[in-house]
């Protein structure tokens, strides 16, 4: 499996953790999770993701996209070579604010661990295989830990 596909295979995979994270606080198809660019949602997505060993570094809007940055954190942490972010972004109509409900789980977020850093044209096959690896068991244990 080349570089790109791994780092695709592994984005997919921590998709996955983070919807279901939030899953977890929608419990009916009537309930809604409130997102602005706020210190109130920050802190309550920092309650969901942090078990993921995953924390808020912060968000942006545009008229286009709401986009979230989280930071790797805790078994990430001793990765070496390892993106230090990932993004999440989600098409936004012009507004500010938007409510997420269970039926945007099954959505296709853009999901991406790829920066300047840390990116399949720029570092090796070699480095990215050897991180992705240690993501991915650090993603296991995260796993098993929520």
Known sequence: MGSYELIKDFEG??????????????????DEFYIAADYDTKCRIMNLVDALDLSVYGMSVTEAEFTVTFEFVGEYDA?????????????NDGEYDFYLRKDSLDEDWWLSIRDVEFNHIDVSEDIIDKTIGKMSEALLMTSLKS
């Open 79 to 91: 990765i070496l070579d390892k993106p230090s972010y990932c993004k999440i972004s989600w098409n």
């Open 13 to 30: 995979k921590l998709e996955a953790q983070i919807k279901g994270a939030f899953r977890k606080e929608l419990y009916t198809d009537d």
